[in-house]
């Protein structure tokens, strides 16, 4: 029996690459995960109470692209977050920005471009669903370094023309996962301006966007108002997992132009899977409150401060600007997950997983990728091992 070819040249997912890589050893103390981003701080306190007064949601079928109140919620945000006024047409729900990232590949991306295969750029390391995305569609994968040498996002710009002409779709993530950089409004400004030139969309990935240190990161959605943008030119992904804490609520959306949400529209109401009453009823609530983000915000800044003390005076370490990873640099990013494992229990992501090999390079091989997601007490006593034994 024939299987398609597209996807054969995919390495394993990280994680199942990571359990190979360490469950065969003992762990040389209390294991301490620092590994997934799932967050681990408190949900908001009204999540049970709604819950138990709409369960009678769950014995009907939800509306397909979300309620007229959810919707309503998102658009108010937007407006407050960013200043930009995003009718309801222009926004549909999503079983997280997962699906949304991947199906809106399917929905947008056309079959040719500039006479040839599409092109589509992600930096390099990515979340790999970028790239699966593409492969899915019949698309040109292209990995762009974002390293320290381009302050960890890609330079698209610097991409040869007969590329950039058959580029159909650019991911970008901003604060990045896995370094924790900010696109800032001069590059997102760019960016626009180089889609505008060789005609394709952007594809924006904000769900660490309320997880900052020191000011909040810009939108696609406030830079593209502001320079005047075709509204079909973006897509901007946002998540309830991060901000509120909700991984499991499985619930964010995507902003688009309003041609491009028909599309999107469409191929979710065959494909799509609706988000249940009740959790929808959840997310209202939670777009509208604040209060839960700015306490859960507060956590991540003391354990950054933590961070920040745990490797003062070690050069090359240097804390992000957002999100909730650090980005670590190491002689061998596999070597050094594995001997903190052996030695320490303490269990942190080689940054080779999360990047592909270019010209026989991979840019995320002298990384690894720590996650701050744990209790502060535990996540401090995680990071002082972690020093403890691959730096001093």
Known sequence: MAFPERFSNLPDYAFPRLRKLLDAHQPGGE?????????????????????SDNLAGFGVYPPN???????????????????????????????????GLF???????????????????????????????????????VYVPATAATGFLPDYGSLPASVLDRVAIA??????NPQGSVASADYLADLLALAEKHDFRVFADECYSEI???????????VAQAQGADPERVAVFHSL??????????????????????RLRQLRAFAGAPLPLPLQKVAEACWQDEAHVSASRALYQDKFRDAAKVFAGHQGITLPEGGFFLWLPV??????????????????????????DVGGKNPGSEYIRVALVAPREETQRGL?????????
């Open 31 to 51: 294991p301490i995960a620092m590994t997934i981003g799932e967050p681990r701080h408190p949900m908001p306190d009204f999540v049970g109470r709604i819950l």
């Open 65 to 99: 692209d979300g309620t007229p109140d959810l919707l309503a919620a998102i658009s108010g945000w937007i407006a407050r977050r960013y200043g930009v006024q995003v009718a309801e047409n222009r926004l549909m729900v999503l079983n997280g920005t997962r699906e």
């Open 103 to 141: 199906n809106a590949a399917l929905a947008l991306c056309p079959e040719q471009k500039a006479g040839g295969r599409p092109v589509v750029l992600m930096p390099n390391p990515f979340y790999q669903v970028y790239a699966v995305a593409a492969l899915a569609v019949g698309a040109e994968p």
């Open 171 to 176: 991911y970008i993530c901003s604060p990045a």
């Open 212 to 222: 900052w240190r020191d000011a909040p990161p810009p939108g696609l959605l406030a």
């Open 241 to 262: 997992s991060k901000r509120s804490n909700l991984p499991g609520l499985r619930s964010g959306f995507v902003a688009a132009g309003a041609e491009s949400m028909v």
């Open 331 to 356: 002689e061998d990013g596999e070597q050094a997950a594995l001997k903190l494992w052996r030695e320490t229990g303490v269990r942190v992501l080689p940054g080779a997983y999360l990047s592909r």
């Open 384 to 392: 002082i091992q972690l020093r403890d034994c691959l730096y001093d």
